[in-house]
Structure formats: C-alpha cells, structure tokens
C-alpha cells in the first residue's frame, strides 16, 4: 500500500525559501502526478501545483513565480520549493498522488501534511 | 480560475441523520468534481470522483451527484467516523480550485 511523508523544517524565515519532502513507500513514482497542496490556518485547501512524467509540471498562477517541483525517482521523493516566503505562506503542506482516468483527474493517497510556520 | 463554492460552510448532525452538502462552480466543469474529507492531523481521504464515482473502499452511504456547475454530497446515515470537514475539488482546468470546506459537528 503506498504510503506518502511529508518531511521538512517547520519553521522558515521571512524571505527564505521553504523547502519540502514527500517520501513516498510502497508504490512507483514515475507512473503518476504528484500534487502539492496547502491549507492555512482556518482557510480552506489550496493547490499548489504538480509534476508528472518525471519532469513536466503546472503551477498555481498565484505561485507560479515563487515555486518549483522536483521529482527525484532514485530516492522516490518529490520536493517543493517555494521562495521568498512571508506569514501567508504558513500553512499545513500536503503532499497527494494523482490518478489520471480517461481525463478524470483525483488525488486517491495524500500524506499527513506538515505544518510550516513562516515567523522570524 | 473556477470559483467553488460550498454550503453550509458549517453543519450540527446527530449520529444516523443525513446531511446534504452543495458545491456550486463558477462556470461549468462537467462532472470533474472530486470530493474529500479532512480530519485534522490525518491524511485527506478521497470520497467520491467524477462527481458521483466512489472511491474504492469508501462507504456506501456517501453519494454525490450533480453535473455543470451544482453538485452534492450527502451522508446517509451518519457515523461518528463521519464528523470532519469535506471539501470539493473541480479537476476541469488548472489551476485546481477546492470549496470552502464544510465542517460536520456533532448536535
């Protein structure tokens, strides 16, 4: 059974760049989507972006400019970068994996999430 | 970007009722709307795809139905398992987009 953790500093500076895991056991990670997605304080959820085929990816145009997702197939982990980070940026982090059937498009296993609080 | 929007964005049930929760979308997504529940320091869990798919594995007294843009999710016969927050997803364009969340207490 595929299992994802979602790993990384829980506490980030102002103008730093946040920088998240997602392991992933039990399961392959170059034959689906992985998805990044966040949910602040009392807000609802956000998608932050995936990444598929290894290498091609789409962002939130909300983010676009600040984030990066990374796939790294040896290790079977997937990795979020967003810089230049400020309070709105804190957030519980999900990692997901996607199933793409017949152009339906769902997130079947998530992670726990990781709590990031961006503070100096 | 699709706006989804979801209501009650809160509801009080009693075990055994049956609850109906409604998403609307800004413009239609056809029948790309997920559905998922969230309970604080757990994994999100996927109930229902393609509006009205259920995931495998999930109880049956969880349906959803709706195409275009109105959609809902309704519980059964609820299940103390079942208090927690539910969110819909439109999967039709990027960037994805999620309701507003509807938490289901306990009355």
């Known amino acids: 059974q595929v299992q994802l953790q979602e790993s990384g500093p829980g506490l980030v500076k102002p103008s730093e760049t946040l920088s998240l895991t997602c392991t992933v056991s039990?399961?392959?990670?170059?034959?689906?989507?992985w998805s990044w997605i966040r949910q602040p304080p009392g807000k609802g959820l956000e998608w932050i972006g995936y990444?598929?085929?290894?290498?091609?990816?789409d962002y939130n145009p909300s983010l676009k400019s600040r984030v990066i997702i990374s796939v790294d197939t040896s290790r079977n982990q997937v990795s979020l970068n967003l810089r230049s980070v400020t309070a709105a940026d804190t957030a519980v982090y999900y990692c997901?994996?996607?199933?793409?059937?017949?152009?339906?498009?769902?997130?079947?296993?998530w992670g726990k999430g990781t709590t990031v609080t961006v503070s100096s | 970007d699709i706006q989804m929007t979801q209501s009650p964005s809160s509801l009080s049930a009693f075990v055994g009722d049956r609850i109906t929760i409604t998403c609307r979308a800004s413009q239609t997504v056809n029948n790309y709307l997920n559905w998922y529940q969230v309970k604080a320091g757990e994994a999100p869990k996927l109930l229902i795809y393609a509006a009205s798919t259920l995931q495998s594995g999930v109880p049956s007294r969880f349906t959803g139905s709706g195409s275009g843009t109105d959609f809902t999710l309704t519980i059964i016969s609820l299940q103390p398992e079942d208090f927690a927050t539910y969110f819909c997803q439109q999967t039709y364009t990027t960037p994805l987009t999620f309701g507003g969340g509807t938490k289901v207490e306990v009355k």
């Open positions: 997901a994996r996607s199933i793409v059937y017949y152009y339906y498009y769902y997130m079947d296993v």
């Open positions: 039990g399961g392959d990670i170059s034959t689906y989507y």
């Open positions: 990444i598929y085929n290894s290498g091609t990816t």
